[in-house]
């Protein structure tokens, strides 16, 4: 398929795909607890079988055109991801999002890796609009998209009832206009 190198560190942005399964299992396990604390991504990815599927419902998510799934390697080994939970390229608008383990944090990985997906949604895809959500709780999430130069539009109180608690969610987003202009000026 293809891989893009993030940086000199030996961080590279790939699709990942359905024969990932073992390899996303084995990331999933390493960081569960830390990557299950705001979100649910991949809490369901129990086994063999159940990863798999996981990542094949992105793939066919890909096929329709509705969403992306993207590994994050650093130096060989699955550390993370980036999706597009959301893809409507009708409307223009698209949510993409982030997981890590332990492992992949502190690095900018997730900024360089969604700055990558943004130029192509924006550029390639022409799509309009890029939200980020996080739970208010998530520091981390919101700091990236603050990095991203996304401007925060607001809070959707109480709307994500999560481990017991319902959570704020921040809707955070950034409109091609405004990514040229921050990219041109040399400023995202």
Known sequence: ??????????????????????????????????????????????????????????????????????????????????????????????????????AGTGRGLVTRGARVLVDWAFDERGMHRVEWRASSANEASIKVARRLGMIREGVLRESFPYRGVRQDTEVWAVLAPEWREARARGGR
């Open 1 to 102: 398929m293809y891989a893009i190198s993030l940086g000199d560190d030996g961080a590279e942005l790939r699709p990942l795909e359905p024969w990932h399964a073992a390899e996303f299992l084995a990331h999933l396990d390493r960081g569960r607890e830390f990557i299950t604390r705001h979100i649910p991504f991949g809490a369901n990815a129990t086994d063999l079988g159940s990863a798999r599927a996981t990542l094949q419902a992105y793939a066919d998510k890909r096929a329709a055109d509705s969403g992306f799934l993207h590994g994050l390697w650093l130096e060989d080994k699955l550390v993370g991801g980036l999706l597009f939970r959301v893809f409507d390229a009708a409307t223009g608008t698209c949510e993409i999002g982030c997981w890590l383990e332990p």
